[in-house]
């Protein structure tokens, strides 16, 4: 499922939009800026560029100029957020020339130091805030944060020590990324009236003097920002240090530097996971609205969608057990018809399938012994007793009977008795072969005990 992440970047009077559109393992960009009249067209406008109304899904951030907001650098023997937050209103009173009360103040996780902690805030005009959201067409919803310039970008360009300069049409920043933090800026207001000569004085003075400050030099230099001219540009080439591509594994080297900070700002919102972790001045009666009421209104319609889908289950499950009775009623009823056929009549009814299976193995018993096809044991009984002569005397002790052959052992006569019998039971049809297995005389020698085998032809069943 894919996500939306939009930076924008509002400055005198031209909108400029990045979407970054994440999908497994793949980042799509789309770049767009357009001019405008009035907060009323910039709503439109801004509405049209990101495609409708944004997505609850959806992250949209913008950022205030870096003029309008005040920073401090505080240290606290604490880290809890609930009491820096406490304490902080207190602090920065003392600290800043502006009554608080007209404030709105945001502040970054605290640092780690040796004996205590140290603490980023950051305030900025309720009045920049509320001007701000008339540029948006659903202000209770989006933009979902607002931060502070060059702040805003940090997530983007911590992870290299480096020196940004960011170039407004209104203003100036130079600032200094080290230790994974934004160490520190300077601010140069009012550009407008700045020729290009002044501004990269500002910037070599300033770039000299944050470097000396950590005790280092020839950091590279990112260098972004609608006002950054040709010939700015060339000059800072010239100046033999690196410049660097923000975030070139994103959005390549094409990557102007008119839209580099609303590509960027949407780029942090991508890649930070803890909201905290940033500036937002969406608070108070500026903090997103309505929220809770869309994520009810989709519950509402999840709770009704999965009441329908138990209702409807419960409605097939009890159709399906409808359909499972009335099989079960129908395979009884022919239970008992089949046990009536086949059961003797006053056969009384107590389990019929024991019942049935009972008398299946009499009837296989029967079928046993009379066999199929004219080959079961009272067959070959009645073979036996046509083919042997009434003039042979002869006492048959044991008959054996099985599919493929039968064994005849008995009493006679003589030797030339059994010879004789062996000669009529050869000639019947129903034998393949006849054979005298043993014969000899009895005790008082004047009988003889025979024993035959008779191969039945074509087999008989059990």
Same mark, same amino acid.
């Given at each position: 499922?894919?996500?939306?992440?939009?930076?924008?970047? $509002?400055? @005198? *009077?031209? #909108?400029?939009?990045?979407?970054?559109? %994440?999908? =497994?393992?793949?980042?799509? !960009?789309? &770049?767009?800026?357009?001019?405008?009249?009035?907060?009323?067209?910039?709503?439109?406008?801004?509405?049209? $560029?990101? @495609? *409708?109304? #944004?997505?609850?899904?959806?992250?949209? %951030?913008? =950022?205030?100029?870096?003029? !309008?907001? &005040?920073?401090?650098?505080?240290?606290?023997?604490?880290?809890?957020?609930?009491?820096?937050?406490?304490?902080?209103?207190?602090?920065?009173?003392?600290?800043?020339?502006?009554?608080?009360?007209?404030?709105?103040?945001?502040?970054?996780?605290?640092?780690?130091?040796?004996?205590?902690?140290?603490?980023?805030?950051?305030?900025?005009?309720?009045?920049?805030?509320?001007?701000?959201?008339?540029?948006?067409?659903?202000?209770?919803?989006?933009?979902?944060?607002?931060?502070?310039?060059?702040?805003?970008?940090?997530?983007?360009?911590?992870?290299?020590?480096?020196?940004?300069?960011?170039?407004?049409?209104?203003?100036?920043?130079?600032?200094?990324?080290?230790?994974?933090?934004?160490?520190?800026?300077?601010?140069?207001?009012?550009?407008?009236?700045?020729?290009?000569?002044?501004?990269?004085?500002?910037?070599?003075?300033?770039?000299?003097?944050?470097?000396?400050?950590?005790?280092?030099?020839?950091?590279?230099?990112?260098?972004?920002?609608?006002?950054?001219?040709?010939?700015?540009?060339?000059?800072?080439?010239?100046?033999?240090?690196?410049?660097?591509?923000?975030?070139?594994?994103?959005?390549?080297?094409?990557?102007?530097?008119?839209?580099?900070?609303?590509?960027?700002?949407?780029?942090?919102?991508?890649?930070?996971?803890?909201?905290?972790?940033?500036?937002?001045?969406?608070?108070?009666?500026?903090?997103?609205?309505?929220?809770?009421?869309?994520?009810?209104?989709?519950?509402?319609?999840?709770?009704?969608?999965?009441?329908?889908?138990?209702?409807?289950?419960?409605?097939?499950?009890?159709?399906?057990?409808?359909?499972?009775?009335?099989?079960?009623?129908?395979?009884?009823?022919?239970?008992?018809?089949?046990?009536?056929?086949?059961?003797?009549?006053?056969?009384?009814?107590?389990?019929?399938?024991?019942?049935?299976?009972?008398?299946?193995?009499?009837?296989?018993?029967?079928?046993?012994?009379?066999?199929?096809?004219?080959?079961?044991?009272?067959?070959?009984?009645?073979?036996?007793?046509?083919?042997?002569?009434?003039?042979?005397?002869?006492?048959?002790?044991?008959?054996?009977?099985?599919?493929?052959?039968?064994?005849?052992?008995?009493?006679?006569?003589?030797?030339?008795?059994?010879?004789?019998?062996?000669?009529?039971?050869?000639?019947?049809?129903?034998?393949?072969?006849?054979?005298?297995?043993?014969?000899?005389?009895?005790?008082?020698?004047?009988?003889?005990?025979?024993?035959?085998?008779?191969?039945?032809?074509?087999?008989?069943?059990?």
């Amino acid at each position: 499922m894919s996500k939306r992440f939009i930076g924008i970047d $509002m400055e @005198g *009077g031209v #909108a400029r939009v990045a979407i970054l559109t %994440a999908t =497994a393992g793949r980042i799509d !960009v789309e &770049l767009d800026k357009r001019c405008y009249a009035s907060p009323e067209e910039a709503a439109l406008m801004i509405n049209e $560029m990101i @495609g *409708g109304d #944004a997505a609850l899904s959806d992250r949209m %951030a913008v =950022a205030l100029p870096c003029r !309008v907001g &005040l920073f401090r650098r505080l240290r606290f023997p604490f880290r809890e957020k609930s009491k820096i937050a406490a304490a902080l209103p207190l602090e920065l009173s003392s600290q800043l020339p502006v009554p608080l009360e007209e404030h709105l103040i945001s502040f970054l996780p605290a640092r780690a130091r040796e004996n205590d902690y140290e603490v980023d805030a950051a305030v900025v005009n309720r009045l920049e805030v509320d001007d701000l959201l008339t540029h948006f067409s659903d202000p209770q919803q989006n933009p979902r944060r607002i931060d502070l310039f060059p702040f805003a970008l940090l997530p983007v360009l911590a992870k290299q020590e480096g020196i940004l300069i960011y170039s407004r049409k209104l203003e100036v920043v130079v600032a200094l990324i080290y230790d994974g933090m934004l160490r520190d800026y300077r601010l140069l207001p009012g550009t407008s009236e700045s020729s290009e000569d002044e501004i990269l004085d500002f910037i070599s003075s300033q770039v000299s003097q944050l470097e000396n400050s950590i005790g280092t030099e020839g950091l590279p230099l990112w260098v972004i920002g609608a006002g950054v001219s040709e010939k700015i540009l060339i000059e800072l080439h010239r100046s033999e240090r690196t410049i660097l591509i923000p975030a070139e594994d994103v959005f390549g080297s094409e990557l102007s530097c008119e839209m580099a900070p609303a590509a960027l700002l949407a780029l942090s919102e991508l890649r930070t996971v803890k909201k905290s972790e940033q500036f937002n001045f969406r608070q108070g009666e500026f903090a997103v609205q309505g929220q809770l009421e869309i994520f009810r209104a989709k519950l509402v319609v999840a709770a009704l969608m999965l009441l329908l889908l138990l209702a409807g289950t419960g409605v097939s499950m009890y159709l399906g057990y409808l359909q499972k009775t009335r099989e079960v009623s129908a395979l009884k009823q022919q239970q008992t018809q089949l046990f009536n056929q086949l059961m003797p009549p006053d056969t009384p009814l107590v389990d019929i399938p024991l019942q049935i299976e009972s008398q299946l193995q009499e009837l296989q018993q029967q079928v046993q012994l009379f066999g199929l096809g004219g080959h079961g044991a009272a067959t070959v009984l009645q073979a036996l007793s046509n083919g042997i002569s009434s003039e042979i005397k002869v006492d048959v002790r044991e008959f054996s009977y099985s599919s493929e052959e039968v064994r005849l052992n008995g009493v006679t006569d003589s030797f030339d008795a059994v010879n004789r019998i062996t000669e009529l039971l050869t000639a019947n049809p129903l034998f393949q072969s006849v054979e005298i297995s043993n014969a000899k005389l009895v005790a008082d020698n004047d009988q003889v005990d025979f024993e035959l085998r008779l191969k039945l032809y074509g087999g008989g069943g059990r």
